[in-house]
């Protein structure tokens, strides 16, 4: 299967997961649901526009428009993360307080709103894309990576597969042949699929 296939396969599968968490929010109203439901339609946008980069080539629109979408993207899955573990470990003696999630979401919203700035206004675009990684992209992974592994030992065997599912499309990156038979793409859909899943941590003891 060509490259393209496979993003057109996570837009899909993005758009879809989105929508399912987009329902959990209007049934449970947990902001959880709903940051994720915004990561997912980011990804899904993301991801479609690769798929019209390599169907129809590249254009200086595109190529802007996909870099946008991606620099938040992996943040609010991280907000998301903080908002359900409000009140819980999320490290051993570290407890999430309900301010560090809102806290987080503002820094993530003032962040963007500089690199986008930076990227159309004064036109600093690798620089805006390096920033992106180093304020949002590698802090909002950490903090998903690190809710789900703790949901293991809060009694939520299920909420690894996020993280499971994020190593496998990290590893996919790295290794070019893993890339082009769609180990990217499972990883990815994985790590969605954990996120629709996903149950609140339980307390110990």
Do not use: C
């Not at 590893?171 to 609140?200: H, K, N």
């Amino acid at each position: 299967m060509n490259t393209e296939y496979f993003a057109l396969i996570e837009a899909i599968a993005g758009s879809f997961l989105a929508i399912l968490l987009g329902w959990k929010y209007v049934q449970h109203k947990k902001i959880h649901h709903f940051m994720w439901m915004i990561f997912l339609i980011l990804w899904s946008a993301f991801e479609l526009g690769l798929f019209l980069q390599f169907t129809y080539g590249l254009t200086p629109i595109a190529e802007k428009i996909v870099s946008l979408l991606h620099m938040p993207m992996m943040a609010f899955s991280g907000v998301g993360m903080l908002f359900l573990f409000r009140g819980y470990e999320l490290f051993p003696k570290i407890r999430v307080k309900g301010s560090w999630s809102k806290y987080f979401l503002v820094y993530i919203l003032i962040v963007y709103s500089v690199l986008i700035g930076m990227f159309l206004i004064v036109d600093m675009r690798q620089a805006a894309i390096i920033a992106s990684w180093a304020l949002l992209v590698i802090p909002g992974a950490f903090i998903t990576v690190s809710g789900s592994v703790s949901s293991f030992f809060h009694g939520r065997k299920r909420n690894i597969l996020i993280a499971i599912g994020m190593l496998l499309a990290v590893i996919a990156e790295q290794y070019p042949p893993l890339f082009q038979i769609g180990l990217d793409t499972v990883g990815e859909v994985l790590m969605g699929i954990g996120l629709f899943i996903t149950l609140e941590p339980q307390k110990a003891g």
